[in-house]
């Protein structure tokens, strides 16, 4: 997927299945979390550590919530600060279904 800008996705288009997963929806959340993961792979998109340095064993809950950070800071810098709340809930939702999944070991069929 790599190439001219223009075969790219664009950002919102490549988190969509994350920004539009139903509150309560553990599974569908899961499975939005993974297809966002999946597409960031695709688009070879590189994830770094706090150094910069490329991050090792990050899992797709972490790699979705740091193209989130990524595009909170876009929505700030275009100054639509509800939408960038909106998805700063997001992401706190995301980290706590993370969590949930550690302690429960939660996987989908």
């Not at 553990?26 to 150094?51: P, T, Y």
């Not at 064993?57 to 639509?80: C, F, I, K, P």
Request: proline content about 5%.
């Amino acid at each position: 997927m790599a190439g001219r800008p223009e075969n790219r996705p664009r950002f919102p288009d490549l988190l969509e299945p994350v920004l539009t997963a139903l509150d309560g929806d553990e599974v569908g959340l899961d499975r939005a979390i993974n297809a966002v993961a999946e597409a960031l792979a695709d688009c070879e998109a590189l994830m770094v550590d706090g150094l910069g340095r490329p991050a090792q064993g990050m899992s797709d809950e972490q790699a979705v919530l740091n193209a989130l950070d990524t595009y909170v800071r876009v929505l700030l810098h275009s100054g639509e600060v509800e939408g960038a709340a909106a998805v700063g809930d997001l992401m706190e939702r995301i980290d706590r279904f993370s969590r949930r999944r550690k302690r429960r070991g939660f996987r989908t069929a």
